[in-house]
């Protein structure tokens, strides 16, 4: 606070005692010591509650940022989950979704269409060879 050195106390103290005189010295250095740090305390007790004003409105703060942040990522989410929604919606068609037992009839379907490619690519017949024979099969039976 005070730069104060070691000869400027020893002169504010040789000025004490010329002015007080020695018979009252001890006695007004112990009231000037009680004002001191009664002046010391209420500084520091002040500045406690400055700080931890400064501390809760801080935290307030901080509190209020990240309330925002949470509700701008939640609309984010929401607005991530209808994009989501309605592209599955319009890309499935709705007899899939509602009947369960159709699908699995697809799926059985589907593989009964793979194991057919897999034996045609067995003997080496391509399936655009095998519908060119049928073609030309029907042809001949139209033209007997």
């Known amino acids: 606070m005070f730069d ?12 004490a005692l010329v002015v007080i005189g020695p018979e009252r010295l001890p006695g007004a250095a112990r009231k000037a010591g009680y004002f001191v740090g009664k002046a010391r305390r209420y500084i520091e007790g002040v500045r406690s509650e400055v700080e931890s004003e400064l501390d809760v409105n801080e935290f307030k703060r901080m509190l209020h940022n990240q309330e925002v942040q949470i509700n701008e990522l939640q609309q984010q989410l929401k607005s991530g989950v209808d994009a989501v929604q309605s592209d599955i919606s319009s890309d499935i068609p709705t007899d899939i979704l509602s009947d369960s037992e159709t699908h699995s009839f697809h799926e059985e379907e589907f593989e009964g269409v ?8 067995d003997t080496g017949v391509s399936t655009e060879a095998s519908e060119q024979t049928q073609l030309s099969s029907t ?4 033209n007997s």
Do not use: M, P, R, T
Request: without cysteine.
């Open 139 to 142: 042809a001949n039976k139209e």
């Open 114 to 121: 793979k194991q057919e490619d897999s034996e045609q690519e």
């Open 4 to 15: 104060v050195g070691f000869w400027e106390i020893l002169l504010i103290l040789i000025l």
